[in-house]
């Protein structure tokens, strides 16, 4: 049986991944920071019986990411997927208003957790001799720049290049490294956003014509890992193909992913 971790999966879209991958009859191990967030996951998940296991992990602890592997390896005997997914945002603050502790929160999680995320799971995938590990993009990974994303879109930009760079550092092993490229999804990171980004007309329209449910993309992104079987994929959602599409519908029918 296929086992899953997903680090950010207590709410989200990791949170719609672990649904997907636990549908489709994998084991799956998911984490977050906060212990009652896990809690309410694993138990609206409880469904899928005991292949559900939630772990209180905050990636920007080493020590926290090595325990996630650990009580996987304990629970499930291996780890065939590893997904960094967990990643915060600047709320959408221009980059001379951030205090020196949101620049550090950012960089810790999601630069340095990917990078030990993906540290830990290569040796340990390397030991059981197979493994994929898949790090997630984000606004800024293709350069594209935006008040509000500066910090943010240099972490995803960075997380492009170091994926790539394990991708050809790995060549020689048995283990996959991919990247995910989820498009835009209204969660709880654009609502935890403030100002412009948050609550901007150009932000909603752009949002309404491109943007969907991390459902939706989580059942896409999970069906492409499932039957991924090379090393450097970078399966993204959101192409030039469809975003083209996107607008062209967008004249004809409208969306509001915004009412609730
Ligand atoms: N939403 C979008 O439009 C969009 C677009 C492109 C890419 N992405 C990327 O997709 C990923 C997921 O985004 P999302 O929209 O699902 O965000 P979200 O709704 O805000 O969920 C974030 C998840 O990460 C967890 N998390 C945050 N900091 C953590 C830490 N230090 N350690 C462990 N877990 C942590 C959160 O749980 P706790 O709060 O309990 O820790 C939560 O489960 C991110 O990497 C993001 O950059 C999102």
Redesign the pocket.
């Known amino acids: 049986m296929t086992t899953v971790v997903i ?9 719609a991944l672990a649904k997907v991958f636990l549908q489709e009859g994998c084991n799956v191990t998911l ?4 212990p009652s ?2 809690l309410h996951a694993v138990d609206s998940l409880s469904n899928h019986g005991q292949r559900v296991l939630g772990v209180t ?4 602890r080493r020590d926290d990411i090595a325990n996630l592997w650990q009580r996987s390896m304990d629970r499930w005997g291996a780890v065939d997927i590893w997904i960094n ?5 600047q709320q959408g603050q221009a980059l001379s208003d951030l205090f020196p502790e949101d620049v550090q929160n950012v960089l810790d ?2 630069l340095r ?1 990917a990078i030990f995320g993906t540290q830990i799971a290569l040796s340990g995938m390397l030991q059981q001799g197979r493994g994929q590990i898949f790090n ?4 800024g990974s293709n350069g594209m720049q935006r008040k509000g994303l500066n910090l943010y879109g240099t972490t ?1 930009r960075a997380l492009t290049h170091f994926t790539n760079a394990c991708v050809a550092e790995t060549a020689d092993t048995p283990i996959l490294i991919g990247l995910l490229s ?4 209204v ?4 609502k ?1 956003s403030s100002g412009e980004l948050r609550n901007g007309n150009d932000t909603k329209r752009i949002f309404n014509i491109l ?1 969907d449910a ?1 459902d939706t993309v989580a059942r896409f992104l999970a069906a492409k890992i499932l039957r991924n079987h090379k090393s450097g994929a970078h399966i993204v959602w959101l192409t030039k193909r469809k975003i083209l599409w996107r607008f062209v519908r967008s004249v004809f029918v409208k969306r509001d992913l915004f009412k609730d």
């Open positions: 680090t950010g999966g207590s709410r989200g879209l990791g949170y984490c977050g920071r906060t967030n896990v992990c905050d990636v920007r997914n967990a990643g915060v945002n999680t999601n957790g997630m993009e984000g606004f995803k989820p498009g835009m999804m969660t709880d990171f654009l935890d943007g991390p």
